[in-house]
């Protein structure tokens, strides 16, 4: 009867723990996506190096496949546009997330507000798949897929 019960007891302790951690692997994706979008919106390629698995890959809006080389060049600081003319900002949510332990899927929601020569544009959301994967014990983003919301 002793041991049945310190073996429940073990069981709910494990639990707890396995809960806790997916709880942190959660707020962990959610943080880098929002490092992610934030370095899109900032034309910030160190940001976004800093995120990406060493062998990320992305399908674009349009369907292009671009490489990481690709990706972090397409936001140079240079190709930012002026602050007079253009404001992005992006926000995620609507985090649907699977963890299998060694890699995660979250499918999330992309809203982009956007500000072109004084006056705002008509927002725009895209669904986006990212795959992540631990690399040197951290988690990085291994892949994304953007889908236009019509």
């Keep these: 009867m002793k041991s049945e019960l310190i073996i429940a007891l073990f069981a709910i302790l494990l639990a ?71 404001t992005l900002m992006i926000e995620a949510g609507e985090h649907n997330i699977r963890n299998y332990g060694k890699f995660a899927i979250v499918v999330t929601k992309l809203d982009y507000k956007i500000v072109a020569n004084g006056s705002p544009v008509p927002p725009r959301s895209i669904r986006c798949v990212v795959v992540f994967r631990m690399e040197k014990n951290s988690w990085k983003i291994a892949s994304a897929q953007y889908t236009a919301i019509r």
């Design 16 to 86: 707890g723990v396995s809960a806790f951690a997916q709880s942190k692997d959660e707020e962990t994706f959610k943080s880098l996506i929002k490092k992610m979008v934030d370095a899109q919106a900032n034309y910030d390629p160190k940001a976004l190096d800093e995120v990406f698995a060493t062998d990320y890959i992305e399908i674009s809006p349009k369907g292009e496949v671009d490489l990481r080389d690709q990706v972090l060049g397409f936001y140079k600081p240079e190709d930012k546009p002026p602050a007079d003319k253009m």
